[in-house]
């Protein structure tokens, strides 16, 4: 059976939608689960989000061992964690960073990212159209 495809969110991320709709869009991350359920068609997701560094690392660590593929969007984490590139660089697995808005676009802390050091590639600035473009690079990948 084909392993599932990991779809990671950072902190804060599940109040999308409610804030900033100028930035981030006006769906909700429930919304943008459906979208890349759908989008994957027969392929499994384990779609999650969570607001610790600890909680997303330990989701990556079962993503290296039961993944196909890790979608993540590290949220403010992207630009501080070397603990997410570490566990990212030991996946042996397709890894793509995505991003709702486009932080290189943004203000200069939001120019480094630790993530994409470790990552594949990235989808940034398409809102939750990333997701679904990250999606499509995994499949094709895979
Ligand atoms: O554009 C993205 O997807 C980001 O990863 C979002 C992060 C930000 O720190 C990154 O630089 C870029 C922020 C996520 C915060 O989520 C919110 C949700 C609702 C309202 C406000 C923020």
């Known amino acids: 059976m084909t392993k599932p495809i990991y779809i990671i969110n950072g902190p804060n991320l599940n109040l999308l939608g409610q804030r900033e709709p100028d930035i981030y869009g006006s769906q909700t991350l429930t919304d943008i689960q459906a979208l890349c359920r759908d989008a994957a068609g027969k ?22 061992t039961y993944g196909s593929a890790l979608l993540i969007n590290p949220a403010a984490y992207t630009h501080t964690s070397v603990a997410l590139l570490d566990a990212i660089k030991t996946l042996d697995i397709p890894v793509i960073e995505i991003h709702l808005s486009n932080p290189a676009a943004r203000e200069t802390f939001r120019t480094l990212s630790y993530v994409a050091m470790g990552a594949t590639g990235t989808v940034s600035g398409f809102g939750a159209q990333s997701y679904l473009l990250g999606l499509q690079a995994a499949i094709n990948l895979l």
């Open 43 to 64: 392929r499994d997701i384990v779609f999650s989000q969570h607001n610790s560094e600890g909680a997303m690392i330990d989701q990556i660590h079962e993503a290296r």
